[in-house]
């Protein structure tokens, strides 16, 4: 069973101040190896429509061969990541202030190869629509360094809202903006606004780079992770579901 991670004083304010928290070591060595053992079951599980979306990329280091980038829509097929899910809640909850509900989760493989993710908020995604405000929480299953492409963020610009919606940030909007790289170790927990611009660079490396992100509103805006999902699978399906003579565009 998975240990229930909860705050601190100083980590909430530290939340509150730069739009987000690191909370090293939330999770122990025996946690973490059943988190390693459960993302390999899940890159081993068949492709079926209706069950956990698997999307793939062109390699950076090998363009003729495709990889996994990530996988969605996790928690209800997956009895582990359902835990590590719920666990993830009371983080979430203190800083709410108030219960959290499940929005969306997703493993970032970030194999070697993997790209990046351009300068965002992830607000930015349409998420307005859903509910008022998002918590991110990420867990780091490989260690993430600079090298393999560890998320960096910014600090302090989360309280100034979404810059504008479907677009990365653009030069001018990140005028001032110093993107941080945040290495994390396995166990490591990292939770953000919604808000706060981030971005990560490309894995060049030779060893992947495992994060579980899960995403969360406040219940007092209601369950919106089917709608998410159902409006999602409409615009951006996983690869398995996809029209052939149709394009589809991630934009942010």
Known sequence: MLNTPKLS???????KRDGYLVARGAFGPVEVADMDRWAKELLAM???????????EKSLREP????????????PFHDGFWELAESLKTMCAQ??????????????????????????????AGWERYASDFINALVCIDEATIENGCLQVV????????YRAW?????????????????????????????????????LTDQTRRIYFATYNRLSDGDQLA???ADKHKNYPPDIEREPDKEYVYRV
């Open 9 to 15: 004083e100083a980590q909430l304010a530290d939340y």
């Open 46 to 56: 068949p492709e079926e429509p209706g069950r956990q979306w698997v999307y793939w």
């Open 64 to 75: 003729d061969q495709k990889i996994v980038s990530r996988i969605e829509n996790i928690a």
């Open 95 to 124: 800083l709410f202030g108030e219960p959290a509900l499940l929005f969306k989760e997703k493993i970032n493989f970030k194999m070697p190869g993997g790209a990046g993710f351009a300068p965002h908020q992830d607000s930015q």
């Open 155 to 162: 600090s302090g610009f989360h309280d100034r809202g979404l």
């Open 167 to 203: 677009e990365p940030l653009s030069e001018k909007e990140m005028e001032g903006m110093e993107f941080v790289p945040t290495p994390t170790k396995p166990g490591d927990v990292i939770l953000f606004d919604s808000y706060t611009p981030h971005s990560s660079e490309p894995n």
């Open 227 to 229: 709608q998410y999902y």
